[in-house]
Nanobody
């Protein structure tokens, strides 16, 4: 399974961005996919995830400002972020739980930088 994030960039506070996470490989066995972010000097944090066809769950820190969706036909997960704040500046990663003969394995993308200017 390969995951590639895209859509990051520089945006002014109050603006919006939509990130994409494209999956390739043996994706039929992917269940939960999630978005994480890591700011400089901080631990990587989960901001939201979506399992199969269920409704996504969001972290309290971003709830109301983000929407996670998944297009299984395009093998892509999206992160729509609105009302961006400087504290949203981070590298954003996606991950996926993939069922393998040995059990569930988590795959990560390489991340995409989001910078929010004040």
């Amino acid at each position: 399974v390969q995951l590639v994030e895209s859509g990051g960039g520089l945006v002014q506070a109050g603006g919006s961005l939509r990130l994409s996470c494209a999956a390739s490989g043996s994706i039929n066995l992917i269940d939960t996919m999630g978005w994480y972010r890591q700011a400089p000097g901080e631990q990587r944090e989960l901001i939201g995830e979506i399992a199969g066809d269920t409704s996504p769950h969001y972290a309290d820190s971003v709830k109301g400002r983000i929407t996670i969706s998944r297009d299984n036909a395009k093998n892509t997960m999206y992160l729509q972020m609105n009302s961006l704040k400087p504290e949203d500046t981070a590298v954003y990663y996606c991950n996926a739980d993939h069922l393998e003969p040995s059990g569930w394995k988590i795959y990560w993308g390489r991340g995409t930088q989001v910078t929010v200017s004040s």
